[in-house]
């Protein structure tokens, strides 16, 4: 058995002397290698393996992994991508983390609440005496925060290296992968959008255009942990749509830290990348575009109105603007002003009729006065977001905010953030739309288990009947009530019984006798095989019989 490694090794090429021979000599051989695939137990085994806790950590590929995700769409994708490495070298995924003998535990940095969260589970972890990866934002902006030392760790640019990660957890060892991903000096994207996935819902296809951002905002900790902007090649991401769709899926978020820089460090742009992706958006499937900051859109909001137009992609933007004060926004450096956030609102309600705005707001941050807290909140009453995140400031450790003096109390702070909820409360964004025949696409189960969950072309909530047959479907409903944050729809029209998906642990899912990696294929083209290995056949025989007939033997 392998003797425990009490070092934490940094990365794997960290065991490279100065006296081992150069990375050209290493490689200079390459093209002889032949690789082989790892050999893998038995059935019999692996079975055996399973009922023998020592057994599992020695057989690579037979443990259960449990995994946690907290934080924004980009962490949830880059789980799905970790999921997936490890259900294809055979690690059996699970949901009961009292089961599992690995957690891989991917964090969110944003807020104090959820490092907190994070670090109880790691407690949890230790006191079950489970093995734990830590992945996300908090270990790879404070990598030597205390709580996280002897922990295994892989990095936000380094998750196509679970496996070996995993493995090495399990074998006692602990190591850390935080290195940056560079091709000719650049930063790329990060791991590539080719590699296998499990889905928390086999509908949704969750895309990172890029990773990182250009703003240097004073309350942010998430740039130090995905750092400048790195933007995947507009060929990958369109393969990658195009590869979910043939699996399947009917709804994509593009989603980063700030979608609206994609492209500036490749000569690309936002824009002529969705010009791109709405050309192999199938019909009856929808595109979602993910949160932009202001000062990145503004240069494109003629192309993204008549991209947010197309009727495959949802007439959504979330534009966070986190304060209506000019003073306030100067010192969080978000480079734009008042005016500016105003701008993109009015020009995209002008040419995108009944488009949905989302956007957040940051109350207390520490140079905030009382007037200008009465700015945002002058703000929300102007538009009346449907969708607004209210967010109470944090200090988080290491930003320049976090050393900023507070000229509001504590207690001042929560009741600025309760009376913005109250303004958000008070109004009712969808009564107009009663009686409305829309177009919803369903895509999910509804946090009551009751009912499924569509979106229409504003990526407005819409409630259905709990009807199996309408999951991944368009379906024409007609609203018949209207709440605080979802529409009720009643459908108008039967819609056809062949079931491909079912809700199982809550989540969408292919059903059994679907894969969620290969593409499926029609009746015509599942009978091609079979029936040119009969034409064969048969040309075979014939040309058998004539040569038979014209030989010397025959005669």
Not at 56 to 69: F, H
Request: net charge neutral; aromatic share 8%; charged share 25%.
């Amino acid at each position: 058995m392998p003797g425990i490694c009490n070092e934490i090794i940094d990365d794997i090429e960290d065991l490279i002397s100065a006296q081992d021979i150069t990375p050209k000599e290493r490689y200079s051989t390459r093209r002889a290698v032949t690789y082989r695939a790892k050999k893998r137990p038995d059935n019999a085994t692996a079975a055996a393996a399973l009922n023998d806790d020592n057994a599992v950590l020695e057989i690579p590929g037979t443990a259960s992994v449990y995994v946690k995700t907290w934080g924004c769409t980009h962490n949830g994708s880059d789980s799905e991508y970790m999921a997936g490495q490890l259900a294809a070298y055979g690690y059996n995924l699970t949901d009961k983390k009292e089961d599992a003998h690995v957690w891989l535990l991917n964090s969110c940095t944003v807020k104090n609440p959820a490092e907190d969260h994070f670090r109880n589970e790691i407690s949890d972890a230790k006191r079950l005496g489970k093995r734990v990866v830590l992945a996300g934002c908090v270990p790879q902006g404070a990598p030597k925060a205390d709580y996280l030392q002897g922990l295994s760790v892989i990095g936000v640019q380094q998750i196509d290296r679970v496996v070996e990660v995993v493995e090495e957890t399990l074998k006692g060892n602990s190591v850390r992968f935080l290195g940056q991903k560079k091709s000719d000096g650049r930063k790329l994207g990060g791991a590539s959008l080719e590699l296998p996935k499990v889905r928390r819902n086999d509908l949704i296809e969750i895309i990172a255009v890029n990773t990182g951002c250009l703003n240097q905002c004073t309350y942010c900790k998430t740039k130090h942990a995905r750092g400048d902007l790195g933007s995947y090649r507009p060929e990958e991401i369109i393969s990658r749509a195009v590869q979910s769709f043939s699996e399947g899926v009917k709804e994509i978020w593009l989603t980063s830290e700030d979608t609206g820089t994609y492209g500036r460090d490749i000569g690309s742009s936002l824009p002529e990348l969705l010009w791109k992706l709405v050309e192999v958006i199938p019909d009856g499937c929808m595109l979602r575009i993910g949160m932009t900051n202001p000062p990145y859109i503004l240069e494109h909001l003629e192309e993204v109105s008549k991209i947010l137009s197309h009727p495959r992609v949802y007439s959504f933007l979330h534009v966070p603007v986190q304060s209506g004060s000019d003073a306030v926004l100067t010192d969080m450096k978000r480079e734009y002003c008042r005016k500016d956030f105003e701008h993109v609102v009015d020009f995209l309600k002008e040419r995108v009729p009944g488009v949905t705005i989302a956007t957040d707001i940051i109350c207390g941050f520490p140079s905030e006065t009382d007037d200008d807290f009465e700015e945002s909140v002058s703000l929300c009453a102007k538009y009346k977001f449907p969708s607004l995140f209210i967010n109470q400031f944090f200090p988080r450790p290491g930003t320049p905010a976090a050393k900023m003096p507070r000229v509001a109390t504590t207690q001042e702070v929560k009741k600025r953030t309760k009376r913005l909820s109250e303004l958000f409360q008070s109004y009712e964004p969808y009564g107009h739309k009663l009686g409305e025949v829309q177009d919803v696409l369903v895509t999910e189960i509804s946090h009551d288990k009751k009912h499924y969950v569509g979106h229409n072309k504003f990526y407005e909530q819409v409630l259905v009947p709990q009807e199996p047959e309408m999951l991944g479907r368009m379906v024409k409903v007609k609203i018949t009530a209207t709440h605080k944050h979802c529409l009720i729809g009643e459908p108008l029209e039967s819609t056809s019984k062949d079931e491909k998906y079912a809700v199982v642990n809550n989540t969408v899912r292919l059903k059994s006798t679907e894969t969620a990696t290969v593409p499926r294929t029609n009746g015509l083209s599942s009978m091609f095989f079979p029936l040119l290995v009969l034409g064969l056949t048969l040309v075979v025989r014939l040309m058998w019989a004539l040569l038979f007939r014209n030989s010397p033997i025959s005669s």
